[in-house]
Nanobody, 126 residues
Framework: QVQLVESGGGLVHTGDSLTLSCACSGCSFSYAPRGWFRQAPGKERELVGAIDWNSRTLYADSVKDRFVISRDNNNNTLWLQMNSLKPGDTAIYFC????????????????????WGQGTQVTVSS
C-alpha cells in the first residue's frame, strides 16, 4: 500500500522561502512519477509541478522560476522548494504519486487513479 506523508508547511511572509518534503512508503518504481498539487480555499485542486524517475520536471506557469521539485530515489523522498512566496501561494499542498507521468498531470481531475498525501498548510502573509 502506497502512503505519502507531507511535512514542512507553515506560516511565512511574502518573499520568504519554504521547503516541503514528502516521504513515500510502499512506493516502487511503478509509482515513480510524483508531484505536488495545491488547493486554495474555494478553488479547485491544481498541479504545482511534477517529476519523473529521471528527474524530468514540469511546472505550472504560476510557480515556474520560483519553485523547484527534486527527489531522492534511494530514500523515496520528494521535495518542493518554494522561493519568493506570495499570498497567492497560500493553499493546502498535497504530494501525489501515479503510475504514469501523464496520469499524474491529470490527477486532479481523476483523483482516484493515483495516491495522495494528507496535505500540509502553507500560509503566506502580506
Amino acid at each position: 500500500q502506497v502512503q505519502l506523508v507531507e511535512s514542512g508547511g507553515g506560516l511565512v511572509h511574502t518573499g520568504d522561502s519554504l521547503t516541503l518534503s514528502c516521504a513515500c512508503s510502499g512506493c516502487s518504481f511503478s509509482y515513480a512519477p510524483r508531484g505536488w498539487f495545491r488547493q486554495a480555499p474555494g478553488k479547485e485542486r491544481e498541479l504545482v509541478g511534477a517529476i519523473d524517475w529521471n528527474s524530468r520536471t514540469l511546472y505550472a506557469d504560476s510557480v515556474k522560476d520560483r519553485f523547484v521539485i527534486s527527489r531522492d530515489n534511494n530514500n523515496n523522498t520528494l521535495w518542493l522548494q518554494m522561493n519568493s512566496l506570495k499570498p497567492g501561494d497560500t493553499a493546502i499542498y498535497f504530494c501525489a504519486a501515479h503510475a504514469q507521468f501523464d496520469g499524474l498531470l491529470n490527477l486532479a481531475t481523476n483523483p482516484r487513479s493515483g495516491y495522495w498525501g494528507q496535505g500540509t498548510q502553507v500560509t503566506v502573509s502580506s
